[in-house]
DNA sequence: GCACTTGTGTTCGTTTTTTGCACGCGGGAG
DNA sequence: CTCCCGCGTGCAAAAAACGAACACAAGTGC
């Protein structure tokens, strides 16, 4: 779902730029993962020899991934063409299930969306991107499906500025200057200095506001989740469509009930 | 989220049952897998150790992986504890970004939950488990989250039934058959016998209803979700608490409903 | 119909990487 | 202090990767 993957986020690509020549590093699992990821909305379904092309590795060693892939029930195939099996998901749920805070947040989030009746998500930070951890969609107002796991530009987005605000001084400006700021709207902002600056206004305000930079017509706030040390886990949000609702509006309605969720969270969360 | 984890689905599992000696098969790339699954719930953050210890790897292969997971951006760590990182999520997105259909389904989907105020999923079949491919949540029902990724057993579900009901004759006995069937609530129906009639109702009428043999409390009601030509390619479902609505009522507002959503994520497939 | 190109998937020996084991190190608890 | 547990490292043995063949099919031009 959603093409975007938008910046280029991840400092490391894994394929194989010849892998570091240490001994340490697995080159087969390197090689294994970028298999998983070659397969894509563009190419669900391949041979092969397609696999190879696209990860850039031999058809033999590429065979040996696939039929490996295949044993162990990730990928499935009719004997020519490979896809994906749902199997795939229990890595990733490997990753959601480790985090108590899903588990915790999303009772607190489905009521959110149920009282102001827009989507509520939340999110993390790597790199350049939200990532998106948890969802409770109400009827589609993005373009886009936003779906787990799908990412976004920090930059742009009312959750991304949470976070980005609260990360280390120095982080937070080294982000700012080296991930890409393309606009995306005539709205966005993409100055660095001027992001700064918002950035400073979010964190002591400790909620931001997104109008329309990210996607015309769309509006979003966003509050920090923070466990019961004060330590900014996620940030979370809620949006809605700019014809139904203003940013004043978002501020005197959502806010409350964002902010009022974010420290049930807290509360509830283990240590 | 959800620690279930039911039947003993997958034929063959991971870890080291030191493979198939085929020189088709790698190694290293199922163990490093199996390191990324060794994450949990249980066990969010492990030391190298621990993880050599749940793998059954030794302590230098452990290593090798973690620190390969690290480098790719899979895994982080504080210098002692390896934890997953969300990049991890990636891998289960391209598979999701690798069907059309979740994508397509979605928008549907929201709308049925905003119509009948319960929360709607869809799931496919793997083994004896059916598999969470998406799902709009409304204010928890259950006691357990349900997010993607999540399996149940296919025999106590109403998707798991759908799903049941429209594989070969063959294949839907064999599974009956051999997958765990343990009762989870009084009413569970265990017996193949009965489960084959059941199956065979719901293959005719194109639909089923399963009441608490889940869990205490819970109903849902499921149907398939079509391409075009016909084939099944998921279920999609809806559960009320029992206290909220009886069968009948939802036979009557339910399903309707799903019926005509499956009928226009049918339509608005390609191929 | 025929040789021919092109793109498959598969096999095999050789080179290269990965592995497991044994050993050494260091820091916290008893 | 010393024991124990967790971590890092060197090396022979085992494995995986590579590249180059081979087999096969479908389409191509003649």
Redesign the pocket.
């Known amino acids: 779902m959603q093409k975007t993957n938008t910046s280029a986020s991840s400092e490391r690509d894994e394929a194989?730029p010849h892998?570091p020549?240490d001994?340490e590093?697995?080159?087969?699992l390197a090689?294994g993962l970028s298999v998983i990821r070659a397969f894509s909305r563009e190419a669900p379904e391949m041979?092969?020899?397609?696999v190879a092309a696209r990860t850039g590795?031999?058809?033999?060693?590429a065979?040996?991934f696939l039929l490996t892939l295949d044993r162990l029930g990730y990928v499935c195939t009719d004997g020519?063409r490979f896809r994906l099996a749902p199997k795939i998901l229990d890595l990733g749920f490997a990753y959601l299930s480790s985090m108590d805070l899903w588990d915790v947040a999303m009772p607190y989030m489905e009521q959110v969306s149920a009282e102001v009746h827009e989507s509520c998500s939340a999110s993390v930070i790597e790199g350049c991107d939200i990532v998106y951890v948890a969802r409770v969609p109400t009827t589609r107002i993005m373009s886009v499906a936003l779906n787990l796991g799908a990412r976004l530009p920090a930059f742009a987005t009312s959750m991304g500025r949470v976070l980005l605000a609260h990360l280390p001084d120095a982080k937070a400006r080294e982000r700012l200057l080296t991930c890409p700021r393309r606009a995306l709207t005539a709205r966005t902002v993409t100055d660095a200095d001027r992001l700064w600056e918002i950035l400073l206004d979010v964190r002591a305000k400790g909620w931001c506001l997104v109008d329309q930079e990210l996607e015309e017509g769309l509006r979003s706030i966003a509050v920090p989740l923070r466990n019961q040390r004060g330590r900014v886990l996620a940030a979370m949000n809620v949006s809605g469509h700019a014809s139904r609702i203003t940013p004043d509006e978002m501020i005197a309605r959502y806010l409350p009930v964002l902010r009022r969720a974010a420290e049930q969270i807290a509360r509830a969360l283990p240590g």
């Open positions: 194989d892998g020549d001994r590093f697995v080159n087969s090689r041979t092969l020899s397609e590795l031999t058809r033999a060693a065979r040996r020519r």
